[in-house]
């Protein structure tokens, strides 16, 4: 498995403010993916962001509002920006580790998130 | 990009007793794997089940896949205290491509 390590781990902040979340990993990555879970619910993708090329985004997120830096195969950043109550969420990043423990699939593992609310 | 539906929404069983989770999907799938998060932490991850197997075991864990039905179950056998936490499936199709969360278990494991 990978060790994966978010900072901060929990932040409150005031609206109109950016956060910036690091994820680092202990080991070198070609797919990060970063992942939204609102308050009593499931995950919902973000981005996916590959080392040396633009952030892919999902329906209804913008590079403006949560870009993303991703400068080499162990770190990536999420920043939330100009930040409005319903931005309250833990915001994950995974990784995807091929074959080590699945016979030849990909797992995906999680960092322990940030736990954002904005006030 | 929810794709999987986990049932029960939550789940209440005494220590010693089994606990099972299911978890049906839409699509095809590459493989299945299952996730605790315990009390809003980060996701743990449990198994990992192919596309082409039909039964998995982790210590006190089972999963199985049926891609006819579109179903996977969890069964966590001689459940404790310590497993109580949320339990979710996702699914994805193939290597470079997110996972698709369910909407997640609440398991509740009372001494």
């Known amino acids: 498995s990978a060790v994966i390590s978010q900072k901060p781990s929990r932040d409150i902040c005031q609206r109109g403010t950016s956060l910036t979340i690091q994820c680092q990993v202990d080991s070198q990555v070609t797919m990060m993916f970063w992942y939204r879970q609102q308050p009593g619910q499931s995950l919902t993708l973000i981005a996916t962001a590959n080392q040396g090329s633009e952030a892919t985004y999902e329906s209804g997120f913008v590079i403006d509002k949560f870009p993303i830096s991703r400068p080499n195969l162990t770190f990536s950043t999420l920043t939330v920006s100009n930040m409005s109550p319903e931005d309250s969420s833990i915001y994950l990043c995974?990784?995807?580790?091929?074959?080590?423990?699945?016979?030849?699939?990909?797992?995906?593992?999680f960092g322990p998130g940030t736990r954002l609310l904005v006030l | 990009s929810q794709q999987g539906e986990e049932d029960p929404q939550a789940l209440s069983i005494q220590e010693g007793e089994n606990a099972t989770m299911n978890c049906s999907y839409k699509?095809?799938?590459?493989?299945l794997q299952w996730y605790r998060q315990n009390s809003g932490r980060g996701l743990v991850h449990l198994i990992l089940i192919r596309s082409n197997e039909r039964e998995k075991h982790s210590g006190r864990l089972r999963v199985t896949l049926d891609t006819s039905k579109k179903s996977s179950s969890l069964l966590i056998t001689a459940s404790r205290a310590a497993d109580t936490a949320s339990y979710f499936c996702a699914t994805d199709g193939y290597s470079g491509y997110a996972l698709n969360f369910g909407k997640g278990t609440s398991l509740l494991v009372t001494p």
């Open positions: 699509t095809s799938i590459n493989n």
């Open positions: 995974s990784v995807e580790i091929f074959g080590r423990t699945s016979g030849g699939s990909e797992t995906q593992y």
